[in-house]
């Protein structure tokens, strides 16, 4: 009798700690989890569009990449803000909450966390970069040899 109850305690104990352990792992979101969600909440823009608002009175282009990174290499113009600093310093970088703002980031993710978490502090007129910087330097890339190839047949003719 005593080996049964130990035996129905132990199965029991066995289903609750797994039944637990289930729905704890289930509660736990990914990186990805929070980007896809944020993605559901903001509107993107392409790079061929994004390229048509470059230099545009008023049109900010918002790098949330480290300070490194962005060294390394950035769209011109674009004011830095890493994304673990955004709540603190975005205040005193752009007051303006109608401004027109373009968010990128490296590839996409912080760059939609951010772009989300300015919604949420009230701007209004926010995009996230689709592709981000290297999304960016590829389409660069490939208008650069469309003209290339623009210019070889001009000359051609």
């Keep these: 009798m005593k080996k049964t109850k130990v035996l129905v305690s132990l199965i029991v104990l066995t289903l609750l700690f797994s039944v637990a352990g289930s ?5 736990y979101k990914s990186k990805g989890d929070f980007v896809k969600a944020a ?33 390394a290499g950035h769209i011109k113009g674009a004011i830095n803000i ?33 772009t989300y978490t300015l919604k949420q502090m009230g701007y209004s007129n926010v995009k996230n970069l689709d592709g981000g910087w290297l999304g960016w330097s590829k389409y660069l890339k490939k208008k650069s040899a469309s003209s290339n190839n623009d210019d070889e047949e001009e000359e051609g003719c």
């Design 23 to 27: 729905t704890f792992a289930k509660s």
């Design 39 to 71: 993605k559901k909440q903001i509107k993107g823009i392409d790079c061929v569009h994004a390229d048509k608002l470059l230099g545009n009175k008023g049109v900010i282009f918002l790098d949330v990449r480290e300070p490194a990174e962005y060294k």
């Design 82 to 114: 890493p994304r673990g600093l955004l709540e603190f310093k975005i205040a005193s970088k752009i007051k303006n909450k109608s401004a027109k703002i373009i968010v990128y980031c490296k590839t996409g993710g912080r760059g939609a966390l951010a």
